[in-house]
């Protein structure tokens, strides 16, 4: 694990100065509802590839809600860019060959990686019901894909703890229990303090995991939409970040604020050691472009067709 650099700065230098550019970033996308919102993820598509991600996912709505939608994007843009691509893949309201039948629909289009998860019960708030025939558990998801074919796979942790765990140890314990199942990193939930993922990461190590876990960063562009999210998925948000975004409703202003803010933030866990950092996008390209190139992540190449 990379050790803080407790190195002073030049006076005059920025936090951002002289970064060598060995950050490793990833992002999420999630499919489009309509035919204008699918032109517009193209693009974002388009302007993140170039950032040389080590992959891009795409989610899998509630109950499995989006999987068609899915599919569909997962296998334009394996056909549209070299940059892999990684497809979600929930439990809910479907039975083991159905969740089968879709990780091998993956692996046909060429997808070689897959962000497993329980998922949720579909309606926010609804606790998670296992089908009748169907994987249980993300663990037992993770252990039923390695035996479809030698999936790279990712899995969810939560910083603040899962809102269905019972306590703060047991979902550590269900987090090793994914890991050990087979899956190779942990992305985050996203959080709103660089401590927040420091204590996590640390409590983690002293549980016996060593696999990495990736920090999920949600910059705070629309405030009350991130607001409805964290409220869903039990992450905490500052109060002075509340008292900062309260009355500002100039769309630009507001975007330069959020902007500030994700710089601050990803510096702080840079400096803390962090190199791996998991983008969810919403679909927007522009800060989370710019907070690559902060990090010293240089655009090396132009969009790709895939081979």
């Known amino acids: 694990m990379p050790q803080p650099d407790t190195a002073t700065p030049a006076e005059g230098s920025s936090l951002f100065a002289g970064l060598p550019g060995d950050v490793r970033v990833s992002f999420e996308l999630f499919p489009p509802?309509?035919?204008?919102?699918?032109?517009?993820l193209?693009?974002?598509?388009?302007?993140?590839a170039p950032c040389n991600p080590d992959f891009i996912s795409v989610t899998y709505g509630a109950g499995g809600s989006t999987r068609d939608r899915t599919l569909t994007l997962v296998r334009d843009l394996v056909l549209r860019s070299s940059v892999p691509i990684a497809g979600h893949l929930?439990?809910?309201?479907?039975?083991m060959a159905q969740?089968?039948?879709?990780a091998e629909q993956y692996w046909e289009a060429g997808v070689r990686h897959i962000v497993a998860l329980r998922g949720d019960g579909g309606q926010p708030g609804a606790h998670f019901v296992p089908h009748p025939q169907g994987y249980a558990s993300a663990a037992e998801l993770v252990a039923g894909l390695k035996q479809i074919g030698d999936f790279d796979i990712s899995v969810a942790a939560y910083p603040e703890t899962h809102p269905d765990a019972t306590t703060a140890e047991a979902d550590l314990d269900n987090l090793k229990r994914k890991l050990d199942a087979g899956a190779s990193r942990a992305l985050t939930q996203f959080f709103f303090a660089p401590e927040t993922f420091f204590r996590f990461r640390d409590r983690a190590a002293a549980a016996g995991i060593?696999?990495?876990?990736?920090?999920?960063?949600?910059?705070?562009?629309?405030?009350?939409?991130?607001?409805?999210?964290?409220?869903?998925c039990g992450a905490s948000?500052?109060?002075w970040m509340t008292g900062l975004f309260e009355g500002?409703?100039?769309?630009r202003t507001r975007q330069l604020v959020a902007a500030a803010l994700a710089a601050e933030f990803c510096s702080r866990l840079y400096e803390g050691g962090v190199r791996d950092f998991h983008f969810y996008t919403l679909n927007r390209a522009d800060l989370s472009r710019a907070l690559c190139h902060l990090l010293g992540k240089r655009v090396t190449r132009e969009l790709e067709p895939a081979a």
């Open 90 to 95: 929930t439990c809910v309201g479907a039975s």
């Open 237 to 239: 948000m500052p109060h």
């Open 42 to 48: 193209m693009d974002t598509f388009d302007r993140l």
């Open 33 to 40: 509802a309509t035919d204008k919102a699918a032109a517009e």
């Open 210 to 232: 060593a696999a990495p876990i990736v920090p999920g960063i949600l910059p705070v562009s629309n405030f009350k939409q991130t607001s409805k999210f964290a409220a869903a």
């Open 248 to 251: 500002l409703d100039d769309v």
């Open 99 to 102: 969740v089968n039948g879709v």
